[in-house]
Nanobody
Framework: QVRLMESGGGLVQPGGSLRLSCAAS????????MNWHRQAPGKERELVAS????????TYTDSVKGRFTISRDNAKNTVYLQMNSLKPEDTAVYYC???????WGQGTQVTVSS
């Protein structure tokens, strides 16, 4: 059974930073591409960042390029999202997802506000 547990969200001022974590289990993490998605109120869920199984290749949606960094630790079955220079428009519930599986975690709320 695929399980994903996101953590690290919170309330931060514009320009601040947060580091999200996602602990994964129930599948072979080290051979699976991992994604971070987010869903803002009233909007569809969008793909934010993706990382290949070995962590060599990463991709980002344009709005977060240069500010967010996705990384992973295959020894810990964990994927991270370092978010810097946060903006109010980054406010959303953030979810990690294992590609090829349909399961979602509960997400972690990120609120950027002064």
């Amino acid at each position: 059974q695929v399980r994903l547990m996101e953590s690290g969200g919170g309330l931060v001022q514009p320009g601040g930073s947060l580091r999200l974590s996602c602990a994964a289990s129930g599948f072979t993490f080290s051979t699976t591409r991992m994604n971070w998605h987010r869903q803002a109120p009233g909007k569809e869920r969008e793909l934010v960042a993706s990382i290949s199984s070995a962590g060599v290749t990463t991709t980002y949606t344009d709005s977060v390029k240069g500010r967010f960094t996705i990384s992973r630790d295959n020894a810990k079955n964990t994927v991270y999202l370092q978010m810097n220079s946060l903006k109010p428009e980054d406010t959303a519930v953030y979810y990690c997802k294992a590609t090829l599986y349909d399961s979602w975690g509960q997400g972690t709320q990120v609120t950027v506000s002064s």
